[in-house]
């Protein structure tokens, strides 16, 4: 069959897309006083778009004149993805519907945006690559925007597509100068046509630079984070728990599909700029959480300072560096899961646990789920022997092992700091007198799925060396 005309690659995408619609005209002629079944078809949309991922993951290589790629790297990427995206349906669900907000349309955006984290996984040309992050893009800034009477929401939700716009312009403008240097859109050939070009062409690091610009606005790191902690406070929790877990996934198709498929030969140009972003993001973001007193704007500059530990792998420009990084962020997202699944806990209908001063004497409301949240914020801490310890070691590791010494110990430092705001969670669930007494709400299957989400973060110690092994083996199969 010719390739053109085989769909089979594209099948997960294909089936998550349609049910995205079904989804929606289900709900359209389903009778009004009946139960929606939006989240019941979205959890079986993940879990058949996992088999289908895993049934088409033989077939590999680069499909549809080289636009879109399979390989090791995406199905673990897109599989992942729906697990990650199966808890936020989860702990979201209760949430939603004690607010009026359980509608098709959170579920249906929400896959429309899986959609484009799973073209983004699988991108090898630069339209690839804008379709699916403006895809996903688009998905957020109306998810944001989904509480219509909130001020909040809907100012969160214009700033973010303002801002985003402005992102997606540099990134489209970076692109076309990189076609204007090389004569193609497709990754795998700009790359061999920068291999023959001067590394100092005026033209070709202007276009990195505006890729690199474009790249920083859209996962958040400073100085092009503005954004970041307006949405996570503006955003209804069970929208921010999505952009704050899944999305970073994609952030790391971006980066490898873009920077390490197609422009590795400019390593020596994008990595100090790299740098730079770097140890900007770790130290704003560390130091301005400290200050922060809503949990959501604290776990928003946390995601900042992460984001700049990420950055700590890719820019070692190794594959060691590659593979810590994939781990790092598919740590981060579990990490961040779990926090936001406990926020969410811990709200109920007209209620908000956003203060830092509704987690006082959790332990005497909880003691089970202070301990779930004490493993969560030791995890984003890095403290040992949970599975962020180890995520932070290896990126560390990752910059020593270029020379980057001076950088390993920037971040080390920049951790103890982030260390203060974490641990103060923790102070405030055992050692303070509870504010609110309040029974805490949740059904039992979002009680079972938090406690295995931060148990996780020690449970996968014993097989924790297969798990990197199976990042360096994705990422190692890169062309």
């Known amino acids: 069959m010719n390739e053109t005309f085989d769909l089979i690659p594209l099948l997960p995408e294909i089936f998550v897309f349609g049910m995205a619609c079904v989804i929606l005209l289900v709900d359209l002629y389903r009778a009004p006083d009946s139960r929606s079944p939006a989240f019941v078809l979205t959890q079986l949309t993940l879990i058949g778009a996992a088999v289908l991922s895993v049934l088409v993951a033989d077939r590999t290589g680069a499909f549809y004149a080289g636009t879109f790629v399979a390989d090791p790297l ?18 979201s669900r209760g949430y939603l519907a004690a607010r009026g ?18 073209v983004l996984a699988s991108a090898s040309h630069f339209l690839t690559l804008f379709l699916g992050l403006e895809l996903l893009s688009l998905s957020l800034y109306a998810m944001v925007a989904l509480q219509r009477d909130s001020a909040l929401a809907t100012e969160a939700a214009m700033k973010y597509f303002v801002l985003g716009a402005m992102a997606s312009g540099m990134l489209l403008y970076g692109m076309s100068m990189l076609y204007g240097v090389t004569g193609s859109l497709e990754v795998a050939e700009v790359g061999r046509a920068i291999a023959g070009i001067e590394a100092n062409d005026v033209v070709l690091i202007l276009g990195l630079v505006f890729v690199i610009v474009g790249i920083a606005f859209k996962i958040g790191l400073v100085p092009f984070h503005m954004w970041v902690p307006d949405v996570y406070q503006g955003a209804p929790t069970a929208v921010t728990l ?16 873009l ?16 740098v730079i972003l770097a140890v900007l993001s770790m130290a704003l973001g560390n ?89 969560l ?19 560390i590791q990752s910059v020593v092992r270029v020379d980057l010494v001076w950088l390993a110990v ?61 990042c360096s083996a994705a990422v190692g199969a890169l062309p």
């Open 410 to 470: 920037a971040s080390v430092l920049f951790a103890v700091i982030g260390a203060y705001y974490y641990l103060r969670i923790v102070k405030l669930m055992y050692f303070d007198e509870p504010e609110d007494r309040t029974a805490i709400e949740g059904s039992a299957g979002f009680r079972f799925l938090l406690s295995v989400n931060a148990l996780l973060l020690i449970a996968v110690l014993p097989w924790i060396g297969d798990v990197i092994a199976w």
């Open 74 to 91: 995406a199905t673990l990427l897109k599989l992942a993805t729906y697990g990650i995206a199966f808890f936020v349906f989860a702990y």
């Open 259 to 274: 920077l390490v498929g197609g422009l590795e030969d400019l390593a020596a140009s994008w990595q100090d700029m790299l």
């Open 377 to 395: 914020m030791f995890s984003l801490a890095g403290v040992p022997p949970t599975a962020g310890f180890y995520a932070k070691l290896l990126v």
């Open 287 to 375: 130091v301005v959480a400290i200050a922060q007193s809503s949990i959501k704007r604290m776990l928003a500059y946390s995601a900042i300072s992460h984001m700049g530990f990420f950055l700590l792998g890719v820019l070692s420009a190794t594959p060691e560096g590659y593979s810590a990084a994939l781990f790092y962020v598919l740590t981060y997202a579990v990490m961040s899961l779990g926090a936001f699944g406990v926020v969410i806990l811990l709200s109920r209908a007209g209620f908000d646990a956003d203060a830092l001063d509704d987690f006082k004497g959790l332990n005497q409301r909880s003691p089970w789920y202070a301990f779930v949240m004490l493993v």
């Open 101 to 118: 907000l359980l509608r098709s349309e959170y579920f249906a955006l929400g896959l429309l945006g899986i959609v484009g984290m799973m």
């Open 242 to 257: 999505y952009i704050g877990t899944a999305p970073e996934l994609a952030s790391f198709a971006l980066v490898m599909r």
